[in-house]
């Protein structure tokens, strides 16, 4: 009996100092900063993206002043109104009235000089569109025996004899408020303008025109 509790103490003890024994080989484990770390050493400059900002403030727009930007703030009292440089003509009512006792007679629209052998003649109702007509003359022929001013530009291409060429335009009406008006263009063959007018002419009136060709 003594034998055997003597030989479970041998064991208890021999097992409580191999268990020590087992612990104390665990070693903790250390890691260690490289001491040649040099954290203040300034990294070498590589290739970079240069994004320019959005907000760039050292741009003069952001800085300058209303004055330097040319723009002027006025009092209102001082701010033109809309119309302000606008003439009235007191005379409109009157050609507008085809009643009118008023006489408009021929008229004389200028000469033009050209190397040319044609022009294109060109005409337009420039006022009130209220059915003019007219009739145009090339050296004393019929060149358009009728033809109605609308808003857009009608006309004809006129053949120039050596010299001066006439060009008379016949009101045939005033319309439904007179005058007759009208604006005539001048091209010369090349189709760039080199003359242009315009007339007020009562019914059986002319606007005489002068094309000379060198």
Not at 86 to 111: A, C, I, P, W
Not at 112 to 121: D, E, L, S, W
């Amino acid at each position: 009996m003594k034998k055997g509790i003597f030989l479970f103490l041998f064991l208890f003890i021999l097992i409580n100092i191999q268990a020590q024994t087992d612990f104390s080989t665990v070693q903790p484990l250390e890691i260690n900063a490289d001491k040649n770390l040099d954290l203040k050493s300034t990294p070498k400059a590589g290739p970079s993206l240069n994004i320019p900002s959005v907000l760039d403030f050292s741009k003069k727009s952001f800085k300058e002043s209303p004055q330097a930007r040319n723009i002027k703030m006025l009092p209102e009292k001082e701010l033109k109104q809309a119309g302000y440089d606008l003439k009235l003509d007191t005379k409109v009512g009157e050609r507008q009235n085809s009643n009118s006792k008023k006489h408009f007679g021929d008229m004389y629209l200028g000469d033009v000089r050209t190397g040319g052998t044609y022009v294109g003649i060109v005409c337009r109702d420039h006022e009130f569109v209220d059915g003019d007509r007219i009739r145009i003359f090339v050296n004393g022929e019929i060149a358009e025996a009728n033809l109605l001013l609308t808003g857009a530009f009608k006309g004809v291409n006129i053949d120039l004899q050596k010299g001066f060429n006439r060009l008379d335009f016949e009101a045939l009406n005033q319309g439904s408020s007179g005058p007759n008006t009208a604006q005539v263009d001048v091209y010369d063959e090349n189709g760039q303008l080199i003359h242009s007018n315009q007339w007020m002419l009562s019914t059986g009136s002319k606007a005489s025109l002068i094309v000379v060709k060198d």
